[in-house]
């Protein structure tokens, strides 16, 4: 008997066989659809890796220029400190420089005290010596000037050559006395100076034999002071010697003494 069509229509209950395989289609239908949700296509998946390299991307960018600000800060720092480094370096190059100059100015003053502290006595007499030699100079200047002429040769004037001629032979000869007369003063200032130069020589000869005569004297003085504690201390024992041995000269005595005795009786 074939099935009505209401036994076949879709709202009616399916046998046991037409519902288990309705079942199963449906879960196979099912299975199906999320395979091909699950299966994206290549564009999708092109996209998709599009997407995930952008990001990253950005993500870098994010990092690099994070990186690039800190090390532009400790650069900035950096440079900062360097720079500070250096003002600080030249400020104790100038110091330095500053000091050694100072010490080298001292130095070459002391030298300079060194070398003018022997000449200063010298320079002291030289104040006296310069006020006559000054005062020499000038009497000098005033006999040269009285005796030269000037000889006003303008408006036809004429002169007598002889007196000229005169005047000048003396002039001549009182400057070749002068000139003798500073050489023999070159010379005596010559002796002057090495008679100097050995007085010096004998003025050190001479402190150091009186530091070696000072060194004696004190020699002698402690040998004088110890010979005069020994001289004591020799008193001294040959007293406490005599008072400690009394008996000994008793018996020396009373034997000299029986000695004579017996010797006066025998004879």
């Keep these: 008997m074939s099935p009505s069509a209401w036994a076949l229509s879709p709202g009616r209950y399916p046998s046991e066989e037409a519902k288990g395989g309705g079942g199963r289609g449906m879960m196979s239908g099912m299975f199906g659809f999320l395979r091909k949700k699950k ?13 995930m ?28 400190k360097l720079f500070f480094a250096f003002l600080k370096i030249t ?18 003053k002391l030298k300079v005290i060194k070398l003018l502290n022997p000449q200063l006595n010298l320079l002291n007499r030289w104040e006296l010596l310069a006020r006559r030699h000054l005062d020499a100079v000038a009497s000098l200047s005033g006999v040269l000037e009285t005796r030269c002429l000037k000889l006003p040769l303008a408006e036809g004037a004429q002169a007598n050559l ?15 006395q002068i000139e003798a007369a500073i ?3 070159f010379s005596k200032a010559e002796l002057v100076n090495s008679l100097l130069s050995e007085l010096l020589q004998v003025m050190q000869e ?62």
Aim: proline share 1%; with cysteine.
């Design 162 to 176: 002889e007196m000229l001629q005169q005047f000048i032979c003396e002039a001549v000869e009182i400057m070749s």
């Design 206 to 267: 001479e402190v150091k034999s009186l530091d070696e005569l000072w060194k004696t004297s004190s020699l002698t003085t402690s040998l004088k002071t110890h010979e005069i504690s020994l001289r004591a201390n020799l008193i001294q024992g040959t007293k406490e010697e005599a008072t400690f041995s009394p008996h000994r000269t008793y018996e020396i005595n009373t034997g000299e003494s029986w000695r004579n005795f017996r010797s006066g009786f025998l004879i």
């Design 91 to 108: 400020e104790l190059r100038n110091i330095v420089a500053a000091k050694r100059i100072l010490i080298s100015r001292r130095k070459y």
């Design 183 to 185: 050489r023999i003063f």
């Design 53 to 80: 390299l952008a990001v990253s991307l950005l993500q870098w960018r994010f990092v690099n220029a994070r990186t690039g600000a800190g090390t532009a800060t400790a650069n900035f720092v950096v440079e900062k």
């Design 39 to 51: 299966e994206p296509s290549a564009r999708e998946e092109m996209g998709h890796q599009l997407r």
